[in-house]
Nanobody, 125 residues
Framework: VQLQASGGGLVQAGGSLRLSCAAS????????MGWFRQAPGKEREFAAA????????YYADSVKGRFTISKDNAKNTVYLQMNGLKPEDTAAYYC???????????????????WGQGTQVTVSS
């Protein structure tokens, strides 16, 4: 599975961005997906995840109520809609896919087998 993330950019605090992650190689319907982020000088952290079916989502407390993860299996794309952005959301955002054997989502990065390149999100105050 090859993953390509896009949609990052510079936005003012309170603004919105939508990240996309397109997959090739296998269909998204075969994989639970997640979004992680890493700020400079900090460890990578979990942001959001979605089950293989798309029926279950899971969010970090820091983004709950502001971010929404979704899947479009027909387009082989997973999205992260980010509203109410804060300066502390500034980071490189990475999409990841779990092995097709697992149907559930996870907040643990070591449980993901495939990773896309990061897309930078910068939120100015």
């Amino acid at each position: 599975v090859q993953l390509q993330a896009s949609g990052g950019g510079l936005v003012q605090a309170g603004g919105s961005l939508r990240l996309s992650c397109a997959a090739s190689g296998r269909t998204f319907s075969s994989h639970a997906m997640g979004w992680f982020r890493q700020a400079p000088g900090k460890e990578r952290e979990f942001a959001a995840a979605i089950s293989k079916s798309g029926g279950t989502t899971y969010y970090a407390d820091s983004v709950k109520g502001r971010f929404t993860i979704s899947k479009d299996n027909a387009k082989n794309t997973v999205y992260l809609q980010m509203n109410g952005l804060k300066p502390e959301d500034t980071a490189a955002y990475y999409c990841a896919a779990r092995n097709a054997y697992y149907s559930g989502s996870s907040s643990l990065d070591y449980q993901y087998d495939y990773w896309g390149q990061g897309t930078q999100v910068t939120v100015s105050s």
